[in-house]
């Protein structure tokens, strides 16, 4: 508790010790300008006088700097402290440490804020692959069907150029002729490798955190397959 002008009249251990004294004598006579820093003091000073001027109780949160140089947070109840006559001759208050509590929130706030995020962005990849998958389902059908004819029509316009029923200007030589004969299997590959890459960065969006020891060293030798 303190008088009006803000002077220590008498404290518990407990907030001695987090003053940076051995007990409560120590703090009598001195000021929050003795240990707090300059704008920490302002603001408790400013508190102080509020309640003088108003008589009226104040609960709130507080964040100090202990004598360790850490900061704390209280949550501090305060109230006018009046005379045998009723007059008011300072402030006595009680704070309770909640620092860990703070802490332990804040955990549980940004795990919970975490674990939204996390929500919203597998909801938003699942559509995304959801739209990337619809044309590569109508690409790989196309060319499934695709397979059906190409290779005839392939083959006939070979003839053709062998007979001179080409134009020249249309003429395909027989190694691109070559190349089209396994076009649908390539476009087809292609798809499946395009899914293959959507699976993976599903799988790599909904676990959250990846267990390395699953995995073990392999070279690029092991893991590429050549077309």
Known sequence: WKD???IYLGCNKSQA???GYSSPDEVMGKT???WLPKQEADDL???DQDIIKNGKIKIREESSTLADGSIATFLS???PLYDNGGNIIGVVGVSVDITAKKEKDKIAYEKKLADKQHQQAE???SALAHELRTPLSGINAGASGLANFL???VAGFAKAQEKNQIDKENFVP???LSLLSGLCERIKKQAAYANLFIDMALKNIRHKSIDASQFEAASIKDTVKTM
Do not use: C, I, M, N
């Open 4 to 6: 009006r002008a803000g």
């Open 17 to 19: 010790l987090s003053f």
């Open 32 to 34: 929050d300008y003795d």
């Open 45 to 47: 000073h400013a508190l």
């Open 77 to 79: 109840k305060k109230k």
């Open 123 to 125: 909801t938003f990849a």
């Open 151 to 153: 290779p005839s029509l």
């Open 174 to 176: 027989k190694q691109k």
